[in-house]
């Protein structure tokens, strides 16, 4: 747990680092994802940095929240944007710090047996820590893509990966498709170009390429179509065209570069 929080925090801090010097009107760039500007990218983690911090220090309250935001007729949808655009992004930034803060200490003091409910199925406490590092991640793309700034690209891909691999199952439910249930194998280059593998050596369906590729297409930050990823056999292809590594509803990717 010690490390896959420390990782978190080191997430946090390289997307501070981005946007820390930016002026107000920076803050207002439109990003990849349709609607939003980085303002909003930060506020949405800030938002979710806030709900996790409850989940994990008030259960009862969070599935009170939960309930109230599924079932919200567009009153609660654009509560994780609205706090960005009342503030602006120097103070949201100084929420944000804080907020995160916050949810690292709760992430310390969690019991590392408990398991943590969110919008989706109920997770193990590391599986949350890293969940959260992967949406920071992902929102840090959307951020650096708008800034016109190269993707980040670390170690903490790693876990990343697992996460979506780990999801598979989830993916196939999420979009309704049915999952063809062969066994996967993934073959992944770091960035520092260690091999990662995952899943049975023998598997017939496979996944192989930079681990950068398959973070961008789980987060639904590439379209398949962008990834240098070679993919062999049935369960594969139909698991990568749908995977998402995030909970709630499906998202709705993004164009090929070509197109964008």
Not at 52 to 61: C, F, S, Y
Not at 102 to 126: E, I, K
Not at 153 to 159: D, Q, T
Request: charged share 20%; with cysteine.
């Amino acid at each position: 747990m010690s490390d896959i929080i420390d990782d978190l925090s080191a997430e946090h801090a390289a997307l501070d680092a981005v946007v820390a010097g930016l002026t107000e009107d920076q803050w207002l760039t439109p990003t990849p994802a349709q609607g939003w500007s980085v303002l909003d990218s930060i506020s949405h983690l800030h938002y979710f940095d806030g709900t996790a911090t409850q989940a994990l220090t008030d259960p009862e309250a969070f599935a009170r929240h939960a309930e109230a935001l599924f079932s919200a007729d567009g009153g609660l949808a654009e509560a994780d944007v609205a706090i960005g655009r009342e503030l602006g992004g120097q103070d949201l930034l100084s929420a944000w710090r804080a907020g995160r803060n916050s949810l690292l200490a709760a992430l310390r003091a969690a019991d590392p047996t408990q398991r943590v409910p969110w919008y989706g199925p109920p997770m193990a406490l590391r599986s949350f820590a890293t969940a959260r590092l992967m949406e920071t991640w992902a929102h840090g793309v959307d951020v650096t893509d708008a800034l016109g700034l190269p993707v980040a690209a670390s170690e903490r891909l790693k876990s990343i990966c697992h996460i979506s691999i780990g999801a598979r199952a989830y993916s196939f439910l999420v979009n309704g498709v049915e999952d063809p249930g062969g066994a996967i194998r993934c073959e992944l280059a770091g960035p520092s170009g260690e091999s990662w593998t995952w899943g049975p050596e023998e598997a017939t369906d496979r996944v192989s390429g930079p681990a950068l590729d398959l973070a961008l297409i789980a987060t639904q930050r590439r379209h398949l179509d962008d990834a240098n990823l070679t993919i062999t056999g049935p369960s594969a292809t139909a698991w990568l065209a749908i995977a998402q590594s995030f909970a709630g509803p499906s998202g709705g990717g993004r164009q090929p570069l070509a197109q964008a």
